[in-house]
């Protein structure tokens, strides 16, 4: 995922977080929320999730999986991903395929397969 897509300003995740819309599922939560400017996506990784490293290792994996939906995601929304304790361990394929369901039943996207 290039760095123009992503999601910095607090002022931003808190719109989000105050007025989006959720979908959840196993190892994370996705919201979403209309924008006018260009997407842009957020990560949140808490500490529950683990320390430094392992918290690192999440974002990267998340940021991969954003990467391949990319082209196909509906533009005109900001996201933010969660991150669940139970995400840690999982492979990137695991990771890939669990956010591209869950982009398919927020309707951001057009086929699961993706």
């Known amino acids: 995922m290039q760095r123009k897509y992503r999601l910095k300003n607090t002022r931003a995740f808190s719109y989000i977080y105050r007025k989006g819309t959720a979908v959840k599922s196993q190892n994370m939560v996705l919201m979403t929320a209309p924008t006018k400017y260009p997407m842009q996506i957020g ?3 808490s500490k529950k999730v683990g320390g430094a ?11 991969v999986a954003f990467g391949q939906c990319l ?5 005109k929304f900001n996201y933010v ?3 669940r304790p139970s995400i840690v361990g999982r492979s990137c394929l695991e990771v890939c395929s669990e956010l591209k369901s869950v982009l398919y ?5 057009g086929d699961a397969d993706a």
């Open 71 to 75: 082209s196909s995601m509906d533009n």
């Open 43 to 45: 990560l949140s990784v």
């Open 53 to 63: 490293v392992v918290r690192n290792r999440v974002k990267r994996l998340l940021r």
């Open 105 to 109: 039943r927020a309707g951001k996207i």
């Open 81 to 83: 991903l969660i991150a």
